[in-house]
């Protein structure tokens, strides 16, 4: 009677830590594409960030406010297109940028006076995971602060 017990106790131990196993492995993978989606929002608003201090005027001031604009990487920088560009084949990394105003005590406000030389960055990466399409976003600003 002894040793069906113990046999018993130590199949369920047993069974307890195979399943524990399989559902951190199960979160741990579909935790990945959440982690490298994070780190292409990341990537996305350093890549603007690059582009204005590259020059204001020829890579920031002329993109519309109504545009969805992506990244490309030709091997040595990155540059806008309106061509879906994914990342790995997975990702959809898309960038709009929006006018920025400021209110009366230059603190950037929804009314106000328009800043020409700030604008919002929102960074946007859509993937699919399990049975949905998964989008997450971040926003920056960013300023001319090179004048340039």
């Not at 994070?38 to 204001?56: F, M, N, P, Q, S």
């Not at 105003?101 to 990466?125: C, F, H, L, M, Q």
């Given at each position: 009677?002894?040793?069906i017990?113990?046999?018993?106790?130590?199949?369920?131990?047993?069974?307890?830590?195979?399943?524990?196993?399989?559902?951190?492995?199960?979160?741990?993978?579909?935790?990945?594409?959440?982690?490298?989606?994070?780190?292409?929002?990341?990537?996305?608003?350093?890549?603007v960030?690059?582009l204005?201090?590259?020059?204001?005027?020829?890579n920031?001031?002329?993109?519309?406010?109504t545009?969805?604009?992506?990244?490309?990487w030709?091997?040595?920088?990155?540059?806008?297109?309106?061509?879906?560009?994914?990342?790995?084949?997975?990702?959809?990394?898309?960038?709009g940028?929006?006018?920025?105003?400021?209110?009366?005590?230059?603190?950037?406000?929804?009314?106000?006076?328009?800043?020409?030389?700030?604008?919002?960055i929102?960074?946007?990466?859509?993937?699919?995971?399990?049975?949905?399409?998964?989008?997450?976003?971040?926003?920056?600003?960013?300023?001319?602060?090179?004048?340039?």
């Amino acid at each position: 009677m002894e040793i069906i017990l113990g046999a018993s106790i130590l199949t369920v131990g047993i069974l307890a830590l195979i399943i524990s196993y399989t559902t951190y492995v199960k979160f741990a993978l579909s935790n990945q594409k959440n982690v490298q989606a994070a780190y292409l929002l990341e990537e996305g608003i350093e890549a603007v960030t690059i582009l204005r201090d590259k020059g204001w005027t020829a890579n920031i001031a002329t993109l519309s406010t109504t545009t969805t604009y992506y990244l490309s990487w030709n091997g040595s920088h990155f540059a806008t297109t309106t061509t879906a560009q994914y990342v790995d084949g997975q990702f959809l990394r898309s960038v709009g940028i929006s006018d920025v105003k400021r209110d009366g005590s230059d603190r950037i406000a929804t009314a106000g006076t328009w800043d020409p030389n700030t604008k919002k960055i929102t960074a946007t990466v859509s993937y699919f995971q399990g049975h949905a399409t998964t989008t997450k976003s971040i926003a920056s600003y960013i300023s001319n602060i090179y004048s340039n």
